[in-house]
């Protein structure tokens, strides 16, 4: 197992178009999240996932915002109408039992 | 509010030079301190977990401390690859156990 797995690592998108990523985690690891970065910030929590149960939303995840982790495997978030305000790198993470979470290599969006 | 910061934001280092980097934090209740480090463009590398003061660890060249108010990642020798930003991040005892980062300190080593 080579670690958390995230597809595509680049995507640039045209300002209201909508986008998906997607996030394979470190196999038997039932915790994912996903995470936002802008430059020069940390990451910032956006969503978490036990199995395939949504169980915490930031404030920052607007309704554009959806994430699904079907069969509490692979996740995937989707923004709609995507806006300038979203480019940034989308990271995903997983833990085993709520301990140490290890990060996937990221998504760079830009919202042209 | 929680909330970490992390001092200094940038430090520039000559090889072989030691230095200390800071995480000051305010939370509700704390269950964990990470260390992470991430190079341009790639995702955060797990470096240390702290769970308690008085806690310390370390791995080569860096060496993580835990007080109840602040952490410190001493960089001991440090080398050129040692070029990273670090971030310093908290686990609360409420929630869910997301992570709570602090903006980084972004480290240049010089040979």
């Known amino acids: 197992d080579t670690g958390v797995s995230q597809n595509p690592r680049h995507k640039i998108t045209k300002r209201g178009q909508n986008v998906t990523f997607r996030c394979d985690p470190i196999s038997e690891h039932n915790r994912l999240y996903w995470y936002r970065q802008t430059l020069g910030q940390g990451p910032e929590f956006l969503t978490y996932f036990q199995n395939e149960a949504q169980l915490e939303k930031s404030r920052l995840l607007s309704d554009r915002f959806s994430a699904e982790r079907p069969k509490g495997s692979f996740s995937t978030l989707e923004i709609q109408r995507t806006e300038q305000g979203d480019s940034a790198m989308y990271l995903c993470a997983s833990s085993p039992q709520g301990d140490t979470q290890y990060f996937g290599p990221g998504t760079r969006l830009t919202v042209l | 509010e929680d909330q970490v910061t992390q001092s200094p934001e940038a430090l520039r280092l000559q090889e072989g030079e030691s230095s200390s980097l800071n995480c000051s934090y305010t939370?509700?209740?704390?269950?964990?301190l990470f260390w992470y480090r991430q190079d341009p463009g790639k995702g955060p590398e797990f470096l240390f977990t702290?769970?308690?003061a008085g806690e310390e660890k370390e791995k080569e060249r860096l060496k993580a401390t835990l007080t109840k108010k602040e952490s410190f990642l001493h960089i001991t020798a440090p080398k050129p690859e040692d070029s990273a930003t670090y971030l310093c991040?908290?686990?609360?005892?409420?929630?869910?156990?997301?992570?709570?980062f602090g903006t980084g300190t972004r480290l240049l080593v010089s040979p």
């Open positions: 702290l769970y308690s």
């Open positions: 939370v509700s209740g704390l269950r964990g």
């Open positions: 991040a908290v686990q609360l005892l409420t929630g869910f156990q997301k992570l709570v």
